[in-house]
């Protein structure tokens, strides 16, 4: 007899549900796969046309080196030598 008529209908939609996901997710890639192919065909045949090499790369002209300047903060205030007493601080009494 058939094994499959005897699982139950939960354990059924259970078993569909992973066989559909693996034929998307082996769908998905097949279908990146032959995105990435044929992108890779595309490029490869673009050289082959009649185009000009690229120019030489000259190397660029030494320029003498601009000065560097620093900014420089100077202190507004000389720190105090001595410090006064502190003020003793009054709270009001709640009522």
Not at 35 to 44: A, N, V
Not at 60 to 81: F, L, N, S
Request: with cysteine.
């Amino acid at each position: 007899m058939n094994a499959y008529l005897f699982i139950s209908t939960p354990v059924k939609g259970l078993l569909w549900c992973i066989l559909l996901f693996l034929l998307c997710l082996a769908g998905v890639h097949i279908a990146r796969l032959a995105q990435m192919g044929w992108e890779y065909q595309s490029q490869k045949r673009k050289p082959d046309e009649k185009t000009p090499p690229p120019p030489e790369k000259k190397a660029p002209a030494e320029k003498p080196q601009e000065p560097i300047y620093y900014i420089v903060e100077r202190k507004t205030r000389k720190a105090k030598p001595t410090y006064s007493e502190p003020k003793p601080i009054q709270f009001r009494k709640g009522d």
